[in-house]
């Protein structure tokens, strides 16, 4: 047998820790890390535990940590010597599966959905161009992962994922509420030295939703 | 154990079906409970490419127009009563879309821009775009269940449908993070599980979830499946590399005025591709590959380069660019740079999209021959007969969504107590609850892979009698190992367990493929057989239903009503029209062609 060249951290949650586990998969050109899990999975263990919907970088399902850092693994070239491992900061369930339900209820706790003042639907509309950057995020979670502050548990702090989709209602002219003072109210000033959260889409979430949501420039 | 729940309405799957619904049903005053098999939001809709029907841009476009092109596309196995109701309400669906959160592109001037030219089959534009896609709707869905306090169920998977006789009252469910079995009694229950493309892993644009699921729940409670053997194998997906095998790339439309579809020997398979039927190319393709040559990778060639050369072609292409970029995206990460400037021509072959055929429904999309059973979306039978135009079914989500969630809270307010079966209930509950810690000989995962690659290769886009027989064969092969499964002991996050769920579900609803595929003799729409290579009206203008008694399965085959548009209709582009459009515009100077068409095209406006 060839030497062991991924190595992906398992969540066993009768131990309460990840146990890494070594394994050779052969990667050909292309290949990604979503590959290498069904590999893995339909090669060695299947029951491995992971998630993932559409292989095509759009349902948002397979994210996880490569190297330590969020990605989606349908999207992500596979290395030599990579570790996989599950998103941090979120409660790991079984494997490389976190718990998605503390995020899910912030949705209707925060109330992300457009507050509108009763406009005609299709009718005329300005929408600003950081909308439609920060529109196509996928609600995969990854970005929680690269924030240092973010933790489950803490409920006082919004983090990435809900600073993205605050300001998505924020540039979306038709929503009422006062997006920006919620924020304040979730920590975002936390984030003004800050800059470290990633989107695995590669949404600016710093300059387009946090600096929004702060008041910077001229958004 | 056996957690039990009860709730008004009972919503299986949480894509655009399944969520409007539940949404509309609790509006009401509905006590509603949502399942989903995956992370909820997640499905067929959030990975849409966001187009969405609006019919009457034009003012020669009318609902009448709509129908007529959706059922000549559908070559006449359309549900008529079912498109009528969906055409007159069709123009509501992308107002309620933007209810529920969704904001279609804009022009700069703050007005909707929509798509100016039309999808195929279509004969007037009649699109909307959204911005990123269908990822927008995803959101908007999760966030309108948040709204009006949808109790979800996430990570579910529904296993049976319970009742009494032909009365659906619920259904038995596995929480698959956890491994609890649950029983949820309803008083209407509504099937929204999406479609079935993932039988033919990796030859699939669809999501993971779509194991057909819906299909089999149905036909076990009761009810009929109606033209199952029509699958639309979207014409233009990568063949290379492995990852990104069957992940779509464009519908006809992208060819462009230009484009030319060729085999590996650089001959023409089709002409004026953009003009025809997804069906269409897709049957010519595979004829191709099946008689002629096809690339190292199994494909045809798509080669754009010639729009390159003309103004019109080029502007058109820029425009198409804009429209599909997560396509544009795909064919980038495959074939690189060039290939996505439409330089170099593209390794095609279609995949599995859509599924036409599903459950039997009257025009208010309440499932024939059984009680309290709606169907919506894509799991429903008979709204695209043979072939599906682009945009409608997003918008059917809406459509169907908000009138069967109405319908069924209106009916669960005058139901009175659910009456159950419970011993038939637990015995179901507790085979499923059983599975874990089988032991076997073969991991249930291997049995998908293989039931999905005899699909594609004996009921894919190609068919005859010797692959279908053969398939039949294999299926009943897989059935006997399926009996011989082993699955790991755990009981959170079990994948051996889920992939033996699936498994039963893909094992029946492919054999129903087959079976319907062996029965209709003719190649019409998405089914193209080798042994029988026309339409032949005269003997199978006729709808293939497919019901199951006593485990087992009995066909027939019922008379299409042609109630309003009646053969010999004609629908979708007018090619003349076009190629006048075409004519007059060449003989213009090159800056005044590029002029009209920026502004046709909204090129110079980056909405
Ligand atoms: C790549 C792609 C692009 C497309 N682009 C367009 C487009 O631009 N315009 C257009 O009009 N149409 C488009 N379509 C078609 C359209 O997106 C789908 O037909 C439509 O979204 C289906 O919606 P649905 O609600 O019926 O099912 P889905 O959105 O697929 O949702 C099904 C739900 O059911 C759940 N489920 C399945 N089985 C079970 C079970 N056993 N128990 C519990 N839950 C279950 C799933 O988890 C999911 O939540 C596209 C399709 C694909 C694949």
Redesign the interface.
């Known amino acids: 047998m060839e030497e062991p060249n991924i190595i992906v951290e398992r969540y066993d949650?009768a131990l309460g820790v990840c146990v890494p586990a070594s394994y050779f998969v052969p990667l050909?050109?292309?290949?990604?890390v979503?590959?290498v899990l069904l590999y893995i999975?339909?090669t060695y263990d299947?029951?491995?535990?992971f998630?993932?919907?559409?292989?095509?970088?759009?349902?948002?399902?397979c994210a996880v940590d490569v190297n330590g850092r969020p990605r989606l693994a349908?999207l992500t070239p596979a290395r030599e010597g990579m570790t996989i491992s599950p998103l941090k900061h979120l409660r790991p369930?079984?494997?490389i599966?976190v718990?998605?339900?503390p995020l899910?209820e912030r949705?209707?706790e925060l109330?992300?959905?457009?507050k509108?003042s009763g406009e005609r639907?299709?009718g005329?509309?300005?929408?600003p161009e950081s909308?439609?950057r920060l529109?196509?995020?996928?609600?995969c979670y990854g970005c929680v992962s690269s924030c240092p502050q973010f933790d489950w548990k803490k409920r006082e702090f919004g983090g990435p994922y809900v600073f993205v989709?605050l300001a998505?209602l924020h540039l979306?002219p038709?929503d009422g509420e006062d997006r920006r003072a919620q924020a304040r109210s979730l920590g975002i000033e936390r984030c003004s030295s800050c800059s470290q959260c990633t989107c695995v889409k590669g949404i600016a979430i710093r300059r387009d939703a946090i600096g929004t949501l702060l008041g910077e420039g001229k958004a | 154990m056996l957690t039990q729940l009860e709730c008004d309405v009972l919503c299986i799957g949480a894509g655009g079906g399944g969520i409007v619904a539940a949404v509309t049903a609790a509006e009401r005053g509905a006590r509603v409970i949502v399942l989903s098999k995956r992370p909820y939001g997640s499905g067929n809709t959030r990975i849409a490419g966001g187009l969405v029907l609006l019919p009457n841009i034009s003012p020669e476009d009318s609902p009448e127009a709509l129908m007529r092109d959706m059922v000549v596309a559908g070559e006449f196995l359309n549900n008529q009563a079912l498109v009528e109701t969906f055409c007159e309400r069709a123009p509501h669906a992308a107002e309620l879309m933007e209810q529920f959160g969704v904001i279609f592109s804009r022009k700069r001037s703050g007005t909707l821009a929509p798509l100016p030219v039309p999808l195929a089959g279509h004969g007037f534009p009649r699109t909307l775009t959204i911005y990123s896609e269908g990822v927008p709707i995803g959101t908007a869905l999760r966030g309108a269940a948040s709204r009006v306090g949808v109790q979800v169920l996430d990570e579910t998977i529904a296993v049976r449908l319970i009742g009494d006789g032909a009365n659906v009252a619920g259904a038995i469910a596995l929480r698959w993070l956890t491994g609890e079995m649950v029983m949820i009694r309803a008083k209407q229950t509504i099937l929204a599980t999406g479609g079935l493309g993932w039988l033919y892993y990796p030859h699939t644009s669809n999501s993971r979830a779509m194991t057909g699921d819906g299909y089999v729940l149905a036909l076990r409670a009761g009810a009929e499946l109606v033209d199952m053997e029509q699958q639309q194998f979207i014409p233009f997906a990568l063949t290379h590399p492995e990852p990104m095998v069957g992940i779509v790339c464009g519908e006809p439309a992208i060819a462009g005025p230009y484009g030319r579809l060729l085999d590996a020997k650089g001959r023409q398979i089709l002409t004026r591709v953009r003009m025809k039927t997804r069906a269409q190319v897709s049957a010519a393709m595979s004829l191709a590959k099946e008689h002629g040559i096809a690339t190292q990778h199994g494909g045809m060639v798509l080669d754009l380069t010639p729009n390159l050369k003309k103004v019109l072609g080029t502007k058109m292409f820029e425009f198409l660019k804009r429209t599909f970029p997560s396509m544009i995206d795909a064919v980038r990460r495959a074939y690189g740079e060039d290939a996505a400037k439409g330089r170099t021509p593209w390794d095609v072959f279609p995949t599995a999209h859509y599924q036409m055929g599903g459950i039997k429904v009257t025009p208010d999309c309440r499932v024939w021959g059984v009680k309290n059973l709606f169907a919506i979306g894509e799991v429903q039978g008979g709204l695209h007969g043979g072939n599906r135009i682009g945009s409608t079914s997003l918008a059917e989500l809406f459509v169907f969504g908000s009138l069967a969630g109405n319908l069924a809270a209106e009916a669960a307010s005058r139901t009175g107590d659910i009456s159950v079966d419970i011993s038939t209930a637990k015995e179901t509950s507790a085979h499923t609850n059983s599975l874990p810690g089988k032991s076997g000989s073969h991991k249930p995962i291997f049995l998908v892979r293989r039931l999905q690659r005899i699909l594609w290769e004996n009921v894919g886009p190609i068919r005859d009698e010797g692959r279908l027989t053969h398939a039949l064969e294999e299926i009943q092969r897989i059935r006997e190992m399926q009996s011989d499964v082993c699955i790991s002991g755990r009981r959170e996050c079990n994948p051996d367990w889920l992939d033996a769920i699936e498994l039963d579900a893909m094992l029946l609803a492919g054999e129903v493929i087959v079976r319907s595929a062996l029965m209709r003799k003719e190649s019409r729409g998405g089914h193209v057989r080798l042994d029988y290579t026309r339409r032949d009206d005269k003997a199978w203008l006729k709808n293939i239903v497919v019901g199951m008694h006593d485990d087992t399965l009995a066909l027939r085959a019922e008379d299409v009503p042609l109630s309003r548009i009646h053969l010999g209709s004609k629908g979708g582009a007018n090619p003349l029209r076009e190629r006048i459009q075409f004519l007059i515009l060449n003989i213009l100077p090159r800056k005044a062609q590029s002029k009209i068409l920026d502004a046709r095209l909204n090129l110079g406006d980056d909405s």
């Open positions: 949650p050909k050109d292309g290949i990604t979503l590959q999975s339909e299947t029951t491995l535990a998630r993932y919907g559409c292989r095509a970088t759009k349902c948002g399902e349908c369930i079984r494997d599966i718990d998605r339900a899910d949705i209707s109330r992300l959905y457009v509108s639907p299709l005329a509309l300005k929408v909308y439609e529109i196509g995020c996928l609600e989709r998505q979306d038709r």
